[in-house]
Nanobody, 117 residues
Framework: QVQLVESGGGLVQPGGSLRLSCTAS????????MGWYRQAPGKARELVAT??????????DYADSVKGRFTISRDNAKNTMYLQMNKLKPEDTAVYYC????????WGQGTQVTVAS
């Protein structure tokens, strides 16, 4: 079973940037389409970015709410996925998780992102 560990969250002012990392145990990470999810207080968990498993090209897709501001990437050799978040807004405040798409496995602890002045 793949275990996922998210990191890189923190407190940032509106307009700022953060880079999240997701490290997976196990070599099968490279075969999965992966995604970043987030869950804000009192709201359902939502998928904000996905990236295919690759070959020579990885295809990314984004929720409308983050399109143009967030960039998802992965390094299969390192079993790691990233989420570069720019121009952060208060509504981006949430716990961010990584997992497979469309069938998530076990959830990690996530990493808290708080956008506030």
């Amino acid at each position: 079973q793949v275990q996922l560990v998210e990191s890189g969250g923190g407190l940032v002012q509106p307009g700022g940037s953060l880079r999240l990392s997701c490290t997976a145990s196990g070599s099968i990470f490279s075969i999965y389409t992966m995604g970043w999810y987030r869950q804000a207080p009192g709201k359902a968990r939502e998928l904000v970015a996905t990236i295919t498993s690759g070959g020579r090209s990885n295809y990314a897709d984004y929720a409308d709410s983050v399109k143009g501001r967030f960039t998802i990437s992965r390094d299969n050799a390192k079993n790691t996925m990233y989420l570069q978040m720019n121009k952060l807004k208060p509504e981006d405040t949430a716990v961010y998780y990584c997992n497979g798409v469309p069938a998530p496995g076990s959830w990690g602890q996530g990493t808290q992102v708080t956008v506030a002045s």
